[in-house]
């Protein structure tokens, strides 16, 4: 019989995370069969012993190290599905992602893509917020996607479920981009057709702290991701993708203490957009040493300091990063947790139910 969806999932020396990826996939409550396809993109760990365990359950394609563009590309032309539901390897979805999100494909032929929200954890499965869409609870437009100044919040490939025939007509995921790839095919996958956003937690993304290099190769893609943006849609692309990057970037450094490499990252921001008075606050405090501003901030009393910084954070950094709105106590940590979905001046709907984050099943 052929399966209803595709699941791609690219790893690369993903030993630690790959079982459970995969097992969310395996046990989804969903009527119909489903196909999953890992592309080994050369790893050096021992992914592929794992994959192994799976070797009657899944497809595994092993490839030299091309990057993850290129992994999910194999992966889809391997496909047999009309659907195609991306998972990176060190996310993983509740059981009800796809018996949620694949009738709303079906019922609407005009959908190209169908995305949902999901919890943020840590790498040892903290919850570090219920949602990753701040403020955002409607489907994207291609304007917003094309120029993300107002918008908070990322469509990762965890999260996005799209049909076979539109990945193919937007060529796939540039294999030319290091970074950022994944917007660049929204983008391109919005030009065709509508999306629908389910404001549901359907998958946890693992997030880890990004090291210098890793913040880099997110400038680098940015970079790319501005400069195929313009080459296509000339003047009505934004270039805002690596301003908003190199200010994130900067931000990390200065909270590392690294305050020259977030200097140098804020004055690459200014240089490209020498209007923007908010990059030039965040020079000026590149300029103050980390631990002077802790020691300046623990003087001041609590309640004050919660809602100073917070005041702080929202105008300078938004809408160069998005800030946390959706964090979570000590109490929740490990367990169930519900939240209620904010209403916005975009949605239709005069009511929002409650959705539960569901913890795993190992967890106590």
Known sequence: MKPRVSVVIPVRNGERTITRAIESALGQEFEGPIEVIVVDDGSTDRTCDVLARYASRIQVISQPHSGVSAARNAAVKASTADYIAFLDADDEWLPG???RVVPLLDEAPDLVLVYHDAARVDPNGQIRELSIFADNYWALSFEELLNPKEYKGTIYPSIAVMRRAAFDACGGFNEQMIACEDHYLWIRAREDGEFRFLPEVLARKEEIEPNPAREQWYVDGSEALNQVTQ??????????????????????????????LAFRRYFAAARRNPVQVKIYILLVLALIPHRATAAIVAMIPGAIQKKLLLGIMRYVYSPYSRPRS??????????AATFDIRQTPSSTQRNRKIHTVLPRQNEE
Do not use: N, Q
Request: charged share 35%; proline share 0%; glycine share 14%.
């Open 231 to 260: 080459e296509r849609y000339g003047s009505r692309s934004s270039t805002d993708f690596l301003d908003r990057m190199l200010c994130w970037a900067g931000r990390k450094a200065y909270l590392r203490g690294d305050s020259r």
């Open 326 to 335: 959706k964090r979570i106590g000590s109490a929740l940590r490990g367990g």
């Open 97 to 99: 992602k796809l018996a």
